[in-house]
């Protein structure tokens, strides 16, 4: 069994971004900050569409969507990240009214996508780390941005990314004949919906729950397996 360590040094460098992209948020004036949120916006919901231009299936898509949304309603995991992150808040004794947007979006934004899971994959069945390296390099990058505008609950993704990440590289072995190249890009193309979201949020057009749409992404793979 491979250490994840991709999965460490992925995890460090969202957090040495959102520490950095902090201090240069803290620094920045109203009207700066709404031009990144702005900027961030736009580059987001391209991402996005690249990624959601992956399906071979736009039922599946539909269907996951749909499905997911309101299993995650159902069961309000919105609600309940939010009391989570509003506890951590309140032991920070942070005031920062952005803290669970940012935690959230990030957590999307560097959980999903096809470099998580095939970079993780990389490392547990081959030890090859160059993929989740790569990833770690973006992620830090996108975290400096992204805590500018959202601030300190950009910095805590790193717990999530570490705890995905790091499950897909302990059981590479047993996951990876259940995941072929069909099965992948339903997964991040359903991801790329989301991560469009993340932009509309950013740009302020709308607000979308997209923690309530995590369970969309098992929803994809669930169809894909069964109708491709």
Same mark, same amino acid.
């Given at each position: 069994?491979?250490? +994840?360590?991709?999965?460490?040094?992925?995890? *460090? *460098?969202?957090?040495?971004?959102?520490?950095?992209?902090?201090? @240069?948020?803290?620094?920045?004036? /109203?009207?700066?900050? !709404?031009?990144? =949120?702005?900027?961030?916006?736009?580059?987001?919901?391209?991402?996005?569409?690249?990624?959601? #231009? $992956?399906?071979?299936?736009?039922?599946?898509?539909?269907? %996951?969507?749909?499905?997911?949304?309101?299993? &995650? /309603?159902?069961?309000?995991?919105? /609600?309940?990240?939010?009391?989570?992150?509003?506890?951590? $808040? !309140?032991?920070?004794?942070?005031?920062?009214?952005? #803290? !669970?947007?940012?935690?959230?979006?990030?957590?999307?934004? =560097?959980?999903? &996508?096809?470099?998580?899971?095939?970079?993780? =994959?990389?490392?547990?069945?081959?030890?090859?780390?160059?993929?989740?390296?790569? $990833?770690?390099?973006?992620?830090?990058?996108?975290?400096?941005?992204?805590? %500018?505008?959202?601030?300190?609950?950009? %910095? #805590?993704?790193?717990?999530?990314? @570490?705890?995905?990440?790091?499950?897909?590289?302990? #059981?590479?072995? %047993?996951?990876?004949?259940?995941?072929?190249?069909?099965?992948?890009? /339903?997964?991040? *193309?359903?991801?790329?919906?989301?991560?469009?979201?993340?932009?509309?949020?950013?740009?302020?057009?709308?607000?979308? +729950?997209? !923690?309530?749409?995590?369970?969309?992404?098992?929803?994809?793979?669930?169809?894909?397996?069964? =109708?491709?």
């Amino acid at each position: 069994m491979v250490f +994840p360590v991709g999965p460490l040094i992925n995890a *460090a *460098a969202v957090i040495a971004g959102g520490i950095l992209g902090l201090a @240069l948020g803290a620094r920045l004036p /109203e009207r700066m900050r !709404t031009i990144v =949120f702005q900027g961030l916006g736009l580059c987001t919901l391209l991402i996005g569409m690249q990624m959601a #231009f $992956k399906t071979a299936s736009p039922v599946i898509l539909i269907f %996951s969507i749909l499905i997911g949304g309101l299993c &995650g /309603e159902a069961i309000r995991l919105e /609600e309940r990240l939010m009391r989570i992150s509003d506890r951590l $808040k !309140t032991r920070l004794h942070s005031n920062n009214p952005l #803290f !669970t947007e940012g935690l959230v979006n990030a957590t999307v934004l =560097f959980c999903i &996508g096809a470099m998580a899971i095939l970079g993780s =994959f990389d490392e547990g069945l081959r030890g090859d780390r160059t993929l989740v390296y790569s $990833k770690s390099i973006m992620d830090g990058f996108s975290a400096i941005a992204l805590a %500018s505008a959202y601030g300190l609950g950009v %910095s #805590f993704a790193a717990v999530p990314v @570490l705890l995905y990440q790091g499950g897909l590289v302990l #059981f590479a072995g %047993s996951l990876q004949p259940w995941l072929g190249p069909a099965l992948l890009n /339903e997964i991040t *193309a359903v991801g790329g919906l989301m991560v469009i979201g993340i932009g509309l949020n950013l740009l302020k057009l709308t607000h979308i +729950p997209l !923690t309530n749409m995590i369970p969309a992404l098992p929803a994809a793979a669930a169809l894909a397996v069964m =109708f491709l």
